[in-house]
């Protein structure tokens, strides 16, 4: 579907000329700058056998953009590698570098890889100083607002944010960053651990790591512990090591801040137990999981109710509205996202005894539903009923392999 800022777009770069020296840097800057005006979050430039397609993700979607002729390729992705000083002459390896803009807009990281017509590049435009600065502008359940901001009190455990990539986890992580930041004005010391950084944060002394330089995740939180921190964000657990150094310093007097990759918050335990993590490190180390996703709003100017039960898709609501698409939206249907949370803790009753039985994420996922948790699918089912999102969109977000059944939550 063609957007109006995409039309846009492509009557902009049409008064370009491929010749002209000057094509690749204004191109470059336009793609740029109408990405930053529609709040995409990604740009895609794929080279293609015939063409140079630019697709742009807005509310977690691709959607198509500009298409250019193949013969500039080369030179479009050179002046994107030239904004960002990495090596232009350099296209048969990926290469990642930060594209920095004024001080105060919005800052991007570009990552060029090879491909069969040549370079592909993605810039990821990291979202504006100004957007989601605290805990409350995050949109989260109020049950899950208030634990996080007790738990943030708290002066040791962890607390883990999980999802999948493009999930808010970084986002979610930032803004608890700048809650500490507030509240300790300086008494605390506040340090992470990132890979990259993509935002700075006043109050907060962050370091990125640098793998080809042996500084990695794990060398670097063990060397962190020795920096006299109070709270330790790291960017993300991906190994066996580097969790077990974090949920040791969640136990030695730490406030452990992090993110990991898992569709559920009973499957973060699941993954860490399968990492090898000791069950009485997941028991006594964390203070709680909040798992998230995200779905796209719906165009409150635009969305209709519907009758039909096929558009339900198997979710047990009275009520269903699909996008129907306009001016306001773009013509998508949707505009904004919804953040679907759910928050778990070993210190509920039932949920500490399964995990030291080493029980499997179902039935972790049962007994955290039976001490209090609202899951995901029961946010997305009333998120559906109250007119907020589509069926459609929760099916695509959630997936179709899972059967939610009613939560037995209190």
Not at 293 to 312: F, H, Q
Not at 353 to 373: H, P, Q, V
Request: proline share 6%; hydrophobic share 40%.
């Amino acid at each position: 579907m063609t957007t109006p800022s995409a039309a846009t777009l492509r009557e902009r770069l049409e008064t370009l000329t491929p010749g002209n020296p000057r094509y690749a840097t204004d191109a470059v800057d336009l793609l740029l700058a109408e990405a930053r005006a529609v709040g995409a979050s990604d740009l895609h430039i794929q080279p293609t056998a015939d063409g140079l397609e630019a697709r742009w993700r807005i509310d977690g979607v691709l959607h198509p953009a500009a298409r250019m002729p193949a013969s500039v390729a080369p030179n479009v992705v050179a002046r994107l590698k030239v904004l960002a000083d990495l090596l232009t002459y350099r296209n048969d390896v990926p290469q990642e570098g930060r594209i920095r803009g004024v001080p105060g807009e919005i800052e991007m990281r570009l990552s060029t890889f090879p491909t069969l017509y040549g370079e592909k590049a993605v810039v990821r435009l990291f979202a504006s100083p100004e957007r989601y600065l605290r805990l409350d502008d995050l949109g989260l359940p109020a049950e899950i607002r208030e634990g996080l901001g007790r738990w943030l009190n708290e002066t040791s455990g962890a607390i883990v944010l999980s999802g999948p990539a493009g999930s808010g986890k970084t986002t979610t992580i930032y803004a608890c960053l700048r809650e500490l930041a507030a509240a300790a004005e300086g008494e605390r010391s506040l340090v992470t651990l990132e890979d990259p950084i993509e935002a700075a944060v006043p109050g907060v002394s962050q370091s990125q790591v640098n793998p080809p330089a042996g500084f990695t995740l794990e060398m670097g939180l063990r060397s962190l512990l020795r920096q006299d921190p109070e709270v330790i964000a790291v960017g993300e657990i991906r190994d066996r090591a580097t969790a077990e150094t974090a949920f040791q310093a969640s136990l030695t007097g730490h406030l452990v801040l992090t993110t990991f990759h898992a569709g559920s918050a009973a499957g973060v335990l699941g993954r860490l137990a399968d990492m090898g993590i000791e069950p009485y490190l997941l028991r006594s180390g964390l203070l709680a999981i909040i798992s998230q996703r995200l779905v796209r709003r719906l165009c409150p100017a635009c969305s209709r109710i519907t009758t039909d039960p096929m558009a339900k898709l198997g979710l047990a609501v009275n009520e269903a509205r699909v996008p129907v698409g306009c001016d306001s939206c773009r013509g998508t249907g949707y505009r904004g996202r919804v953040v679907l949370a759910e928050m778990l803790s070993p210190g509920w009753t039932g949920v500490g005894d399964a995990i030291l039985a080493r029980a499997d994420i179902g039935s972790m996922e049962r007994s955290a539903i039976a001490a209090g948790m609202i899951s995901r699918w029961e946010r997305a089912r009333r998120a559906v009923e109250e007119g907020l999102t589509s069926a459609a969109e929760v099916r695509r977000v959630l997936g179709v392999g899972e059967a939610p059944g009613p939560d037995t939550a209190r």
